[in-house]
């Protein structure tokens, strides 16, 4: 498969590379009505505007972009309507990601994040208003798009690959205290012709590897990440980030919230 035909495949739809859980419990899948086109998932992440107390997104933050859910081959259409939205006020966004996500279409939040120059952080946001209802009530409060009085919770969740990606593009970047980086490999998948040949699939994995590895570059990132991402799949089973590293391989720019 030509560098063309894989490009083409990649702005259908067709072609993804997904965050391999191996023995990681996933989240169950909300009971709220699919998002998006059609063949969308019920969990696709959403993005929505929630503001707090003064502080409650960091110094002087009152308001934030909440992002939620599993990231699937058109979520950046609904981040770029949302950065429109708000454009000229650049607040910050949080992330909070779940489920088997589309690591290229996480690489691709990361760059839009970093062309609008927005900051970012992790962690899930509890709205006010939904409190006591079903979640297809909250869903629907949500995809009205906000603002939404909230409060961010500590993480329960862990970072994961995809959350990473995301991260890595943001202009300043911080994790909330208690929060955790779980690293995981990934795998090539295909919509419409799922059982691709071994050569297709280890030919694939080694383009995207260095295609990963050129945007943490110039993210600032050390690639030594993606050593780490790359041993996961052998070894097949998360492995934990420590906070030690953090800083040291440039994740974050700054110290915990």
Known sequence: MGARSIATAILGGLLTMIAAGFAQAQAPTPDRPPVGGIGQLPDAMIFYVARGTVGACGPGCSEWIA??????????????????????R????????????????????????????????????????????????????KRLGGPLDAKLKLPQDSC??????????????????????????????????????????????????????????????????????????SVRRRIELPPSDWMRLHLVTAASL
């Not at 081959?73 to 708000?86: E, M």
């Not at 589309?102 to 927005?118: C, E, K, P, T």
């Not at 691709?196 to 050129?214: A, H, I, P, Q, W």
């Open 160 to 233: 994961d690959f995809s959350c990473v990606l995301i991260l890595a593009g943001d202009v300043h970047r911080t994790l909330p205290a208690g929060a955790r980086i779980m690293l995981t490999g990934y795998y090539v998948y295909n919509r419409m012709a799922p059982n691709l040949s071994k050569d297709e699939r280890v030919g694939l994995t080694t383009r995207y590897d260095e295609m990963f590895r050129v945007y943490m570059r110039q993210m600032g990132i050390e690639t030594e990440l993606m050593d780490i991402v790359d041993k996961t799949s």
């Open 90 to 141: 650049k607040l910050p966004v949080v992330i909070h990601t779940r489920g088997d996500s589309d690591v290229i279409v996480a690489m691709s939040l990361g760059r839009i994040l970093r062309s609008r120059g927005i900051d970012a952080t992790m962690g899930p946001t509890e709205v006010e208003a939904c409190r006591g209802k079903p979640e297809a009530d909250c869903f629907a409060l």
């Open 67 to 88: 992002a939620e859910g599993t990231v699937l081959w058109d979520t950046h259409k609904r981040l770029i309507n949302i950065l429109d939205r708000t454009a000229g």
